[in-house]
């Protein structure tokens, strides 16, 4: 079972740079997340997403876009990269209740030069 | 709006010892609450939860937790701590109809020989 797969999992950008995250589900869940995670800081609501076709901003998300043309895909990316986002992304996806639990993908490590 | 708290970002124990990591949660409403492990270079995986009934909460790899209204607060205990517990552990709330999971900084747990 797959589940929730991230890709790429390393990457190294230079400032100024962009480039896009891939998070694919295979649970036919509807919702999907991007969380960064740094350290001390827990894990950081970057852009979420309740259905095909929506998106909606969480607590951090300057800087940062989504798109969730497919159910199963949902893209995050970085337009013009700067150091402060260098981070572990992390992506989940929930089924329709709020009492089941997200499930992570593995995560992508990025640093920006 | 929901809130957690995970005093202590670094908790170490001895192996065999009795591992508790405490949970706080801020809540208007009853909490759905969820304890996850994150091991070294992956992702977030479930340990156990809470939604409703048993205020005892058995989860995986002999850990449990117990919710306490009262107390606001949802601790996770394991009787015998192994070194394979070595990790860091995170709780999260959230409640019925919300989108997003408030998640605490996280506990790092090191477990000595």
């Known amino acids: 079972n797959a589940g929730v797969t991230q890709t790429p999992k390393f990457r190294v950008l230079k400032t100024g740079q962009s480039m896009t995250l891939l998070c694919a589900q295979d649970?036919?869940?509807?919702?999907m997340y991007w969380y960064r995670q740094d350290p001390g800081m827990g894990l950081r609501l970057i852009h979420y997403?309740?259905?095909?076709?929506?998106?909606a901003k969480g607590e951090v998300p300057d800087g940062y876009n989504v798109s969730r043309l497919k159910k199963q895909n949902f893209l995050l990316g970085l337009e013009s990269a700067a150091p402060s986002q260098t981070s572990v992304y992390f992506c989940?996806?929930?089924?329709?209740?709020?009492?089941?639990?997200?499930?992570f993908g593995d995560g992508t490590r990025l640093s920006i030069l | 709006a929901q809130s957690v708290t995970q005093l202590g970002s670094h908790v170490s124990v001895s192996e065999g010892a009795l591992v508790l990591l405490r949970c706080n949660y801020s809540?208007?409403?009853?909490?759905?609450l969820f304890w996850y492990v994150q091991y070294p270079n992956q992702g977030l995986q479930l340990l156990l939860k809470?939604?409703?009934?048993?205020?005892l909460v058995k989860g995986i790899n002999g850990f449990e937790a117990e919710f306490k209204k009262s107390e606001t607060s949802f601790h996770l205990t394991k009787p015998s701590a192994h070194m394979s517990d070595a990790a860091e552990y995170f709780c999260?709330?959230?409640?019925?109809?919300?989108?997003?999971?408030?998640f605490g900084k996280g506990n790092q747990v090191v477990v000595i020989p």
């Open positions: 989940a996806s929930r089924g329709p209740y709020s009492n089941q639990p997200q499930h």
């Open positions: 649970m036919n869940h509807e919702y």
């Open positions: 997403s309740v259905g095909e076709g929506t998106t």
């Open positions: 809540s208007s409403v009853p909490p759905y």
């Open positions: 809470y939604t409703t009934g048993a205020t």
């Open positions: 999260a709330v959230t409640f019925y109809g919300n989108n997003r999971l408030a």
